[in-house]
């Protein structure tokens, strides 16, 4: 009877949950560990667009079944809306997928098809459990169907394996093809080869400097589908048919196995927020740039083996900034990445239409920290956002710059 009553709690409370996208806590998704699903959406039809997912393999629990192998049985759904803000559900459905290839290093895949009509936008809430252990991720797309050449009207495969890739970062030696969905032709890639700054503090008076849409060199290929793309020099290339708009396809080439961190030099850049001008120069110019680093840790943290365990924090969230904040920057020097890396995971995400609202501390109570961070047009991402800054900051940020010098993990 109690098993019975617990079942039925459970059912209730996901039947009551939040309707609206802008009413779910999406906190959990800015972890560094747990699931961590990659989705995005192609216009297959008129009609119809495919909701792309993928998870990792290494991030599921895969447990022993009756005939002694071992299994991982993975839940994938969708709620799609009109907005954020819309309590109606448009469209929904799921999948589950039981998998026994325990280790493979290629992630579970799942494609499911959702209704949609030309000319409007969507908000599609992305729902993935891991069944052995209840354990779920949400995360949250914004699509547009009202333009001809917005980048869901494209499908990128990797070449030659033929996955679907649901993320648009390229290495340099990736090969992949694209699909599209409309006209095909002479098309145009216009290349940004630009290395861009570091976020200023969020107490910094920030001049907004407009983008320069200039492209740094721009060239014609012949765009048919299957046509094969690579791009070995680090930068973002918008791919387009016709100039004089600026939707199109955006792939993104930075340092190698991005978003991980492989180099010693950029174990160095990404500490820039917690070192003084002195420091930073210093490991710069090393000559043994690793031994520079680990240096650096053991002194903040006063032993070998803290230092391993603070090393594990901070490039952790680096690369999951990464993997969460990329636009036409690396994720971790975005204003949304800053404040991830030094504060860590908020206790709250809200996502509006045109804002993403971050606390620390309890939601709506004195002493919380919140930042707020507005959503910014963008041709080549969904995923740009500048941070509303002000001088209150100043004190929160270097309490939390001293704490990781004092060798402790702010919001561990």
């Not at 699903?37 to 119809?48: F, G």
């Not at 809430?125 to 699509?143: H, K, P």
């Not at 971050?358 to 109570?365: A, N």
Request: aromatic content about 14%; charged content about 25%; proline content about 4%.
């Amino acid at each position: 009877m109690r098993i019975l009553t617990v079942a039925m709690v459970l059912f209730l409370a996901a039947c009551k949950g939040p309707a609206k996208i802008s009413d779910l806590n999406f906190s959990n998704q800015y972890s560094v560990t747990g699931l961590q699903p990659a989705a995005s959406v192609y216009h297959d039809q008129d009609q119809s667009s495919l909701l792309q997912v993928s998870v990792d393999r290494n991030e599921l629990l895969y447990k022993k079944e009756n005939d002694s192998l071992t299994y991982c049985r993975v839940k994938i759904a969708y709620r799609l809306y009109s907005s954020v803000k819309s309590p109606v559900i448009l469209d929904s459905s799921s999948v589950i997928i039981s998998d026994g290839n325990q280790g493979s290093a290629n992630p579970i895949f799942a494609t499911l098809q959702m209704k949609t009509v030309l000319l409007q936008e969507y908000a599609c809430l992305v729902i993935v459990t891991d069944l052995n252990r209840q354990l779920v991720a949400r995360i949250w797309l914004w699509f547009d169907k009202s333009k001809a050449q917005s980048r869901e009207f494209y499908q990128l495969i990797d070449f030659p394996s033929g996955r679907i890739k649901t993320t648009p970062f390229l290495n340099e030696t990736d090969t992949v093809t694209v699909n599209f969905k409309g006209q095909g032709g002479q098309a145009f890639i216009r290349c940004y080869l630009r290395d861009f700054p570091i976020a200023s503090p969020p107490f910094a008076e920030k001049i907004p400097v407009q983008f320069n849409y200039a492209a740094d060199s721009i060239y014609k290929i012949d765009f048919y589908p299957g046509v094969q793309l690579n791009f070995p020099r680090n930068g973002f290339y918008h791919i387009q048919f016709d100039t004089l708009k600026k939707a199109g396809l955006t792939l993104f080439r930075f340092d190698e196995d991005y978003p991980h961190l492989t180099n010693a030099g950029q174990l160095i850049e990404v500490l820039r927020y917690i070192t003084n001008k002195n420091e930073y120069d210093k490991m710069k110019l090393a000559i043994d740039k690793k031994r520079a680093v680990d240096l650096f840790w053991i002194e903040l943290s006063g032993s070998t083996e803290r230092a391993r365990t603070l090393i594990k924090k901070y490039y952790s969230r680096v690369e999951r900034a990464n993997s969460l904040f990329s636009t036409h920057q690396q994720g971790w020097k975005t204003d949304r990445g800053m404040i991830y890396l030094i504060f860590g995971k908020p206790a709250s995400v809200y996502v509006y239409e045109d804002m993403e609202e971050w606390s620390y501390g309890s939601y709506g109570y004195s002493g919380t920290l919140s930042f707020v961070f507005e959503k910014i047009a963008n041709p080549f991402s969904d995923s740009d956002y500048i941070l509303r800054r002000n001088p209150f900051y100043e004190q929160p940020w270097y309490r939390a710059v001293s704490r990781w010098r004092e060798g402790v993990a702010e919001n561990d």
